[in-house]
């Protein structure tokens, strides 16, 4: 079974730039989410979709971030404009189903510095 | 609303040595509680998930506990190895939450020669 793919795996930008990352989930998934984890803290939930629906976005700082779940498969999460405090690693994971009772297989992330 | 701790921050230990890594978390309307490795600048590895109705879950020479009623799950690495360095990070999933894991910041582990 393939992981959980993600893209690309660094990227370093200007603060007020604009950078957008990409995800595809394990075959079957239907539940996908993005996490945030600044270093040396715990990830942290940006978003929740479940299909190409938005379960949870509390957490989403929606001013400057946006994420979309086409055809309830890939996903993007972009940002615009980004802030220095933005540099952390983009992590998504999917889990078969929206319980997650199977648990949750994440991606190696996106490790965002903003200079 | 869900907090998860998680002591020591780093630990280091000789190799051979068994240890636990311990975590808490503030709400116990817990539906299952996941263990991750984490190697530098990696994704999360997934270790052990243990389900609210479950005491315990097992793999090599990983066990995990889970008590709800105080609070508390333990992951105990016996025989430790120099690849078992890397920061462990416990996550817990609440009842009514949509699946929202919630972490905690994780032990960085090191196994010294």
């Known amino acids: 079974e393939a992981g959980v793919a993600q893209s690309p795996r660094y990227k370093i930008i200007e603060k007020r730039q604009s950078v957008a990352f990409w995800c595809n989930p394990i075959s079957g998934h239907a539940t996908l989410y993005w996490y945030q984890q600044i270093l040396g803290q715990g990830p942290k939930l940006l978003i929740q979709f479940q299909n190409n629906g938005v379960v949870d976005d509390s957490q989403l700082p929606k001013d400057r971030f946006s994420a979309e779940r086409l055809k309830g498969v890939d996903s993007t999460l972009k940002i615009q404009p980004a802030k220095l405090e933005d540099s952390a690693v983009y992590l998504c994971?999917?889990?078969?189903?929206?319980?997650?009772?199977?648990?949750?297989?994440f991606g190696s992330g996106t490790r965002l510095t903003v200079v | 609303k869900q907090e998860v701790t998680q002591i020591p921050a780093a630990l280091s230990v000789p190799e051979g040595e068994n240890l636990v890594l311990n975590c808490s978390f503030t709400?116990?309307?817990?539906?299952?509680l996941q263990w991750f490795r984490q190697d530098p600048g990696k994704g999360l590895t997934s270790l052990l998930l243990?389900?609210?109705?479950?005491r315990e879950q097992t793999s090599g020479r990983l066990n995990a506990s889970l008590d709800k009623s105080s609070g508390r799950s333990t992951l105990y690495i016996a025989a430790s190895q120099p690849g078992d360095s890397a920061t462990y990070l416990c996550a817990g999933q609440n009842t009514g939450t949509a699946s929202k894991l919630t972490f905690g910041t994780g032990t960085r582990l090191q196994v010294t020669l």
């Open positions: 994971a999917s889990s078969l189903e929206a319980a997650g009772s199977n648990g949750y297989t």
């Open positions: 709400d116990s309307a817990i539906y299952n």
């Open positions: 243990i389900q609210s109705s479950q």
